[in-house]
């Protein structure tokens, strides 16, 4: 179908809510609030509802290290969990936290957005106990590399087929998390890393934020054994919205290079496996600059903030995808592995 928005069966007002399986705005709230910036909270919570946004998943720590605050280490991420807490608490911005499977099953929740704690990368955990303290004050998903190597696993960013997988303490880590109510994302783990990984874990996993390598050769993205791995286990893999990753050009990638990712993991491994890791950072675009890297601020044309995500939805309708299958890519899918990772109550 070349028109992308023709024949649309599901109009926006009637569209499902979306599980976005990655935000940095968490990081990105506590930043303001250290660096004494203006805070844009408020605006933030108005875009995500506009949106079409029923959950977010806020990164707080990991391998970030912006400006003088180090996302790394233990005392700033205890501190900015326990800020941004108190932040979201907020009654006026909508948000509820998700901390447990009765949580959950409360959304999707028109006027109301869940969110929950993740790390993009394991760097903050130096111990077993760590990982016990986070799980306690509220992390609930865990990847274990973001951009870069950290003494758990290597990070994807380089070329295929380069880096090594888990380290020993990696290996004793992820047995750990097998045993522990918390989501595995396996984003920005090599692909040795991830085979590592599904080696010794008896449960689901996501790749929350990606792109499929088959689509637009970058080492970012996953190739295609990867997503059936993942599927294989009963996993969901999050479609991103960076552009520079879709496709193979400059600036914002198309609604067409969009929907040629999503449609490939549907085909190897059906539309059950495929959700929404939107990954969006225009609120850093700045930062971006000076660290050389504007080549990562475009998105997807039509889509340049999470206030557009439910454009998304709208494309997958013009596709001819039905209303049960949107459902699922929107919401469902994310909510099973959530689900069956989550503590009870």
Not at 16 to 29: A, R
Not at 249 to 274: K, M, N, Q, S
Not at 315 to 329: E, F, N
Request: glycine residues 10%.
């Amino acid at each position: 179908m070349n028109q992308i928005h023709a024949n649309i069966q599901v109009s926006l007002s009637h569209m499902p809510l979306i599980f976005d399986s990655h935000s940095d705005y968490g990081c990105w709230t506590y930043y303001e609030d250290q660096m004494r910036l203006a805070p844009s909270l408020t605006e933030h919570a108005q875009r995500v509802q506009a949106g079409g946004i029923g959950m977010e998943v806020l990164v707080i720590g990991g391998q970030s290290v912006l400006d003088e605050v180090d996302f790394r280490t233990r005392d700033t991420v205890l501190t900015a969990m326990q800020s941004v807490r108190m932040a979201l608490s907020d009654p006026c911005l909508g948000y509820t936290q998700v901390l447990n499977r009765q949580d959950l099953a409360r959304l999707p929740e028109p006027g109301r957005v869940g969110w929950t704690f993740g790390f993009e990368g394991a760097a903050p955990i130096t111990s077993l106990d760590d990982l016990w303290k986070y799980h306690e004050v509220g992390l609930r998903v865990l990847s274990l590399t973001h951009a870069g190597d950290n003494d758990i696993a290597c990070g994807r960013d380089r070329e295929p087929g380069l880096g090594g997988g888990l380290t020993a303490f990696g290996r004793e880590l992820v047995k750990a998390l097998d045993d522990l109510p918390i989501v595995i994302d396996l984003a920005h783990l090599t692909d040795r890393g991830v085979m590592d990984t599904l080696e010794l874990i008896n449960r689901p996993v996501i790749i929350s934020h990606t792109g499929a390598r088959a689509v637009c050769d970058r080492p970012r993205n996953i190739p295609d054994d990867i997503i059936r791995s993942v599927a294989a286990r009963g996993g969901v893999i999050g479609i991103f919205a960076v552009g520079y990753y879709l496709h193979d050009g400059e600036g914002a990638a198309t609604a067409e290079a969009w929907l040629r990712h999503i449609e490939h993991v549907v085909e190897l491994v059906g539309p059950e496996h495929v959700g929404l890791g939107t990954d969006f950072t225009d609120y850093m675009s700045e930062i971006f600059d000076r660290w050389h890297i504007p080549h990562l601020k475009p998105t997807v044309a039509g889509v340049p903030d999470c206030s557009h995500t439910k454009v998304f939805l709208e494309m997958l309708a013009g596709r001819g995808y039905d209303k049960h299958v949107i459902g699922d890519m929107a919401w469902k899918n994310f909510a099973r592995v959530y689900d069956a990772s989550l503590p009870r109550d």
